[in-house]
């Protein structure tokens, strides 16, 4: 099956600070990724759809400027919180959607921020 | 009215029964259907996908679809106590951004 990677799977930091969360797509090419927030005992959120080579696009409410998301490849996209504070501590999780007409989302195993 | 809809539970049965999760949905023009499981601090993982009618076997699992109704269940066959998790209905709508619109998950338990 299709196999996504996250890194680092947990992270803590000082309030100020940026944080940066690589999604991988090991053994497929994937055009479109996105990203979700999860807080505890509440449902997936998603925060933005990243595509390969283009800006990505966020949901309403979802600040650009502080969650800045590059898609540089076909295998790899990053998430950078910037300037985290603790109400940004949460369960960050990327999805890959595999290169060849299939719309399938397949989930990193997320990363678990928590910001002091 | 959401979505997306399942009954948050939880769904208690004793291992060996069979869980029966439903999930309807609100966008008639939806194509992709997908249930994932959802394990405590982990992250979603697929167990089945489904785009037409009828039913679709996978081991112990069947997920059955019926757009006439708006309507896509999991049944899970010969339950075991690591089959307790939170069970998410996802479904792409009609818009074709290939977003999954999420239910809110069932809660199963599977009692030894």
């Known amino acids: 099956g299709a196999v996504v990677s996250q890194h680092p799977s947990r992270v803590i930091c000082k309030s100020g600070t940026s944080v940066k969360i690589e999604c991988r797509s090991l053994d497929f090419q994937a055009t479109t990724m996105f990203w979700y927030r999860q807080f505890p005992k509440q449902s997936l959120m998603l925060m933005a759809t990243s595509n390969e080579g283009s800006k990505a696009t966020y949901e309403q409410g979802v600040e650009k400027d502080k969650f800045l998301i590059n898609h540089a490849s076909l295998t790899l996209s990053t998430l950078t919180v910037t300037s985290a504070h603790p109400e940004d501590s949460s369960f960050y999780i990327c999805?890959?959607?595999?290169?060849?007409?299939?719309?399938?989302?397949?989930f990193g195993p997320g990363t678990r921020l928590t910001v002091l | 009215q959401k979505e997306v809809e399942q009954n948050s539970g939880p769904l208690s049965v004793p291992e060996g029964a069979i869980a029966s999760l439903n999930c309807t949905y609100s966008?008639?023009?939806?194509?992709?259907f997908f249930w994932y499981r959802q394990y405590s601090g982990k992250s979603p993982e697929l167990i089945m996908s489904i785009y037409s009618n009828g039913d679709k076997e996978d081991g112990r699992f069947t997920a059955q679809l019926n757009k006439a109704s708006q309507y896509v269940s999991l049944l899970i066959r010969d339950s075991q106590p690591s089959d307790s998790a939170t069970y998410l209905c996802?479904?792409?709508?009609?818009?074709?951004?290939?977003?999954?619109?999420f239910g809110q998950g069932t809660t199963l338990q599977v009692k030894p």
């Open positions: 966008d008639r023009g939806s194509q992709s």
């Open positions: 996802a479904v792409i709508g009609s818009g074709n951004t290939g977003k999954l619109i």
């Open positions: 999805s890959a959607r595999a290169f060849l007409g299939t719309d399938t989302q397949y």
